[in-house]
């Protein structure tokens, strides 16, 4: 609860009329003292109720991509049965707020606030709670009350569209790894026949042999498995222009680009962010996207090589694609060892004043301005 202006000076001039009105004896000032106290008195008790209020709120739609079009629909409803609801509210919506009209709701009406949510930016958006301020007539006392829940909005990076993915890697027992476009069927065993096998797939060299049917079992080792590397570390991102990192925001660009082609092919990619990320194993639902919407710069500068190491000991896939800024070529080093464990590796370099040197560490490097040159310059980057 919290006393107005207006408020202060009547209850500072209540204890001062009564102080004086008792001290020497005038009953008026007296009299004005306690009409002033019970006016102050009233005014909290009136600010005090508490509207029956039911808050609905709906996002359409709650995941866009960066620049697209996103609307919030607010409704508010008096589930209270004998009074009114004259009360000044507003939504919050990100860092802004949305005022939205409760003068005179009868009890059981309801009224519809509809508005846009900024998606200029990437990010998650936190629409909500709705903030219902209650005032007493003589404006003395407001007291204000959240209502309904928060909601978020995921606003993703721009998607640029990529026109193929990498090639896998097929590896003979010989040790050696070649380069396959889409993925092959290998021979890994043979097994007894059983009803409803393909008759095509029954070794008959072999049923010959040991008097009974044996089918070949096929894997597919060499489907094309990729592992996205972004690069959170505040120091890859030291330029800012209002507050942002660009470079960072184009990294995120080109990782949704990657990561989206990657599924349209049915292919399988693993996202993985050098410093700790918030929402890592959070509710359900939270996909890839949504984690890049809501990715933010760490300061854990020495993160990069610890997650190095761990892909080196547990090679998660056969193509690692490095996305960094202009301050993350320093850590280059550390990738590049990783080349014995990863066949294809390939370094995005975003915003970088002067282009990478060639060569480094034997890695392919690819700089780009932002997410839509990086995706422009795919064709000559995956094949690696």
Partial sequence: MGITARGVGLLVAAVVLLGIGFRFAYPELTLLGAAAGAAV???????????????????????VARGEPASMTLTVRNAGRLRSANLLAEDRCGSRAVPVPLLR????????????????????VAVGPLRVTRRDPLGLV???????ETAPVWVHPRIHPLSAVPTGAGRSL??????????SITFDSLREYVVGDELRRVHWRTSARVGELMVRENVDTSLPSLVVLLDNRAAAHPHRTGGVAESFESTCEAAASVVTAAHRADLPVLLLLVGPETIEG?????????RLAAAELSDEDDALRAVTTRLRQDRLGDTLIFL???GGRDGLGHV???????PSVVVGVFGAAEPT?????????????????????WDGVRRW
């Fill in 105 to 124: 709701l009868r009890p059981g009406r309801d009224t519809e606030v509809r508005y846009d949510v900024p998606t200029d930016r990437r990010g998650v």
């Fill in 174 to 183: 010989d040790g050696r790894v070649d380069g396959v476009p889409h993925g």
């Fill in 41 to 63: 008195g009233y005014a909290a008790l009136t600010a005090a109720w508490q509207p029956r209020l039911v808050v609905a709120r709906r996002a359409d739609p709650d995941r």
């Fill in 357 to 377: 040197p060639a060569g480094t560490g034997g890695l392919v490097v690819v700089d780009a301005v932002d997410g839509a040159q990086f995706a422009a310059e």
């Fill in 336 to 342: 590049g060892a990783l080349r014995g464990a990863y």
């Fill in 324 to 326: 960094t800024g202009p």
């Fill in 282 to 290: 959070g509710p359900a639902g939270v996909g890839p996207l949504d």
């Fill in 142 to 148: 407001a007291l204000a009350r959240p209502y309904g």
